[in-house]
């Protein structure tokens, strides 16, 4: 039987729109589940979207496709965001939103590989996705495989030294097929990075590990689907590209905000989100934003 992956959607504002209802599903959902984490989802959404609808190779009635990309979230807790665009590209229905984080749910709290086609591990503990993917990468590259292995990682998991262990192997063995997108949004639980473990200068950092960097604006779409396109074109290293996010994006309250790193909104203040993303969907609907 031959699979063909999900056609690619190229169109700017259809992406802008897809990001803006990722972003109310997000809502959504932490209002209904009544925990969670609010901001990082919120400021990852435009990438979650690009690699859904634009970047990956994948199909979602064949999740486990032989020929797919890898996408490994290594900072379970955003997941959120990973469920709205999975849902949204049509590996479950929209309405299972409203399930995230409740007893007996596919949606859980932190992604469960078991629970849910389509999720590629399981992630909680901070620090070991990237090890996770360069372990699969390396795999591809021994059986001469074309698949290629993305990662989301946090800033918060750089203080992890398992990162750094991880780094150095996909650095030394070259793991081309490797595209790392780091949740650079400066912010983690008990503050701010840079004033918790400062990281910076972080590109620096990686390309003294042999990793090709790229920095880009992760609220820019076409920016970061030509990074993702530059990275296919490196092939004598991994690719690290420096995500920079708002994190909260499209919620006023919640932008720039840590407290809101590991907490949802009431009801009372989903609507207000909700009110605030759908004039934003107004305005790119206007060719405005």
């Not at 199909?59 to 999975?86: F, K, Q, T």
């Not at 698949?147 to 992890?160: K, L, M, T």
């Not at 920095?215 to 820019?220: R, S």
Request: charged share 25%; glycine share 8%.
């Amino acid at each position: 039987m031959t699979i063909s992956p999900l056609p690619k959607t190229t169109d700017l504002k259809k992406l802008k729109l897809l990001a803006n209802q990722v972003r109310q599903d997000i809502i959504t959902s932490l209002v209904a589940a009544g925990s969670g984490h609010s901001a990082g989802p919120l400021g990852m959404a435009d990438v979650f979207t690009a690699l859904y609808f634009n970047i990956l190779k994948h199909n979602p009635r064949y999740p486990d496709w032989e020929e797919r990309d890898i996408l490994i979230l290594s900072n379970g807790h955003i997941c959120p965001v990973r469920y709205a665009a999975m849902a949204n590209a049509g590996y479950f229905p929209r309405s299972e939103l409203k399930t995230l984080r409740k007893f007996g749910t596919r949606l859980q709290g932190h992604p469960h590989r078991n629970s849910l086609p389509g999720l590629e591990s399981t992630s909680g503990p901070l620090g070991s996705g990237l090890s996770q993917a360069a372990g699969r990468a390396y795999a591809f590259l021994m059986d001469k495989k074309p698949n290629r292995v993305y990662c989301i990682i946090s800033d918060g998991e750089q203080d992890a030294g398992q990162t750094w262990e991880a780094a150095l192997f996909a650095g030394k063995n070259k793991l081309r097929n490797v595209t790392a997108i780091l949740d650079r949004n400066n912010i983690q639980i008990d503050g701010h990075t840079e004033d918790i473990m400062p990281l910076e200068p972080l590109a620096d950092k990686y390309r003294a590990f042999n990793w090709h960097v790229i920095e880009v604006d992760a609220h820019n779409l076409q920016h970061f689907i030509d990074a993702c396109s530059e990275a296919k074109t490196i092939y004598e290293k991994p690719t690290m590209i420096i995500a920079h996010n708002v994190p909260g994006k499209g919620v006023s309250f919640m932008e720039n905000d840590f407290e809101w790193h590991g907490k949802p909104p009431t009801r009372e203040q989903g609507e207000v989100a909700l009110r605030e993303l759908k004039v934003w969907k107004e305005r790119i609907l206007k060719g405005i934003d």
